[in-house]
Structure formats: C-alpha cells, structure tokens
C-alpha cells in the first residue's frame, strides 16, 4: 500500500489535467451512495466539544474505489489545529485490496475549485476577464489558477470579512504571476465582475441579485448544510441555476431558503454538472442572450461529490504509478486512459 503525501498529491493534480477527469467522470459516472454522517462525543471534559465524522465513499465495478474519511472538529482552534482534516483510501474494486493513502485536504481543496471551473467553462462568457473571489480560505486560494485554465482572466479581486486576509491572499497570487489587488467594496466589485466565485463558511447572505450585471457568472461553492448561505434569494430568482448533484437541493442553506422565501423552485433548476458535461442540458446559450434580450446570468451551487474525489484520486494514482513501475500493485485493476 502506497502512502501518497500531500506535496505529492499536489503535483498530480494540476488544474487542467483535473478538470478534465472530473469532466469524463461527470459522463461516464461511479457508483456514489450517500454519505455517512457520525457525531463523535467530547469525552466529557467541560471544554471538548466533540466533533463530527464524514465518510464519503464511491467505485467504478471493476475498477477502483475509494474512501474518504473527513473529521470536523470546531474547538481545534484551543489546540492550534486545523478544525478539519481528510484522508482518502484506495482499493482494487475487485478484489478490496488496498492501494493507497492520499493527502484527502489536496484532493477535496483541488477537486472543489475544478469542479467551479468545469461549471464556469459551460456557464460563463468565453470572454469573461475578471474574477471576484468571496473568501481567503484553501478553497478560494485555489479559484484563480482554476478559472484561469478555462477563461481568459486577466483581473482578480478578493474580499473576506477579514480584510488582512483579503489582502495576504491577494499578495500570493500576485507573487505566482495573477494581476490580483484585495477590494474593501464587496458590492462594487461584485458589480464589475464577470465571475464571482463564493469559498466561504458564511451562514448570512454575502451576495445580492441586484448586484449581478447582465452577463454575470455566479459561483457559490459554500452553504453546503442548510444553514449556510451566501447569495440572497433574488440572486436565485434573476438567475438560470445548476448544480454539481441533486443532492443540493436537500443540503445547500441558499437553495433551500431560496425556495423558502419563494425566489427559486426545483422545477426552475437547468440542470446538473453532469448534465452539462454529457451535453444533456444547455448552458449558456447562443450569443449569452435570454429572452427578454438581456445578457443572461448564470448561477452554480455544488455541495461536493464523493464521484470528484475518485476522479482527482485516480488521476494521483495514475501519475504516481506512471512515474514508477515499483508504484504498480499485485493485480491492480487496468485504469483508463
């Protein structure tokens, strides 16, 4: 069994490359059953508060299938911890037999920005230069180099609610060649913005439809329980609306208060990711005008799919196998090209 770190992990998951499995797997599908959700007790101490365990598991029969383990613990900050940690396990599909441990924060971090760019390479303008980024976590440090492998960004901005993290995020990019300048004028910036792509853990509205210009893509990767939210309902209402997975329906804060407050239905869902991918349902359509004659807006909602897990782990697994014939296992399963 192979132990695959996080640097190594990272190497072979470079955005275009990423992008691109998620797409074929979005097509040919996995077998994905619901994911496991465990409260894990404090232990009794006045001070521990416990936390929770997610398993997210998915396979192609024949194949590979894979396991990911997700601990979210809120009071690791008294422990100078990071509140979540994730490992990803993979198996021979056929026989069971282990493979791998990969580095599960890359793979979940790089699979959620890919999957927005995969949205947004269907959904935005082909000529969409300028990206806002909601947030200065992992994820939202990642949005730029992923909207940059499908659309001609050129300008990037970045506001958090903690303006110096706003501003250390901005510094980065800058540092790995992005024209990027933090912004204190959420809705300025969000007005100006060709793509506005949401990494946060907000559970109040961050982004109002009346903000959204003609033509606007807009990007919610955040609100993946009920609730959390980060787009007010008119976003829902003045906007065609996909998803990664149906699953969103049940778990996003802003699809179902949304529908709470009347602004969105399912019925008035366009479709999934892998309905854009297999050409199913359309996306942005002709020269990016609806009905009425304006620009359309597009909006996209993902929770997470445990079917972009395995396809970021395959891909590690591939590389790492390719760059080493001792990396191939006993009966290991043939991959896909």
Not at 108 to 124: E, Q, Y
Not at 180 to 200: E, G, K, V, W
Not at 203 to 228: K, V, Y
Request: aromatic share 4%; net charge neutral; proline share 4%.
């Amino acid at each position: 069994m192979l132990f695959i770190d996080a640097t190594t992990t990272r190497r072979h998951l470079g955005m275009a490359a990423l992008i691109e499995a998620l797409r074929a797997m979005f097509i040919t599908g996995c077998e994905v059953p619901a994911r496991h959700t465990h409260r894990i007790n404090g232990g009794g101490a006045d001070n521990d508060t416990g936390g929770t365990l997610l398993l997210m598991p998915a396979w192609r029969p024949g194949a590979l299938l894979g396991l990911k383990a997700v601990t979210i613990f809120p009071g690791n900050g008294r422990l100078a911890l990071p509140a979540l940690h994730s490992s990803y396990l993979l198996f021979d599909a056929r026989s069971g037999a282990p493979l791998a441990q990969l580095d599960g924060n890359e793979i979940t971090a790089r699979r959620t920005a890919a999957a927005s760019a995969l949205a947004a390479s269907f959904l935005a303008r082909a000529d969409a230069s300028r990206l806002l980024v909601v947030g200065s976590g992992r994820v939202a440090s990642l949005l730029a180099e992923a909207m940059r492998a499908v659309r001609p960004i050129t300008e990037v901005q970045v506001w958090n609610h903690r303006a110096a993290s706003a501003r250390a995020l901005a510094r980065r990019l800058c540092d790995a060649g992005i024209n990027a300048r933090a912004t204190d004028d959420l809705a300025h910036a969000a007005s100006n913005a060709d793509i506005i792509s949401c990494a946060t853990l907000s559970s109040a509205a961050l982004i109002r439809g009346e903000w959204l210009r003609p033509g606007t893509h807009l990007d919610l990767i955040g609100s993946f329980t009920p609730q959390m939210r980060e787009a007010d309902a008119e976003c829902f209402s003045r906007c065609r609306v996909f998803v990664d997975t149906d699953e969103a329906l049940a778990k996003s804060g802003d699809v179902l208060q949304a529908i709470a407050e009347g602004s969105f239905s399912a019925e008035r869902l366009q479709g999934t990711l892998a309905g854009l991918c297999a050409g199913t349902c359309r996306g942005r359509e002709g020269d990016d005008h609806c009905g009425d004659g304006a620009a359309q807006r597009t909006l996209f909602k993902s929770v997470g799919s445990a079917l972009e897990d395995l396809a970021a782990a395959e891909l590690v697994w591939r590389g790492v196998a390719s760059e080493s014939l001792s990396c191939k296992a006993p009966n290991e399963p043939d991959l896909p090209s």
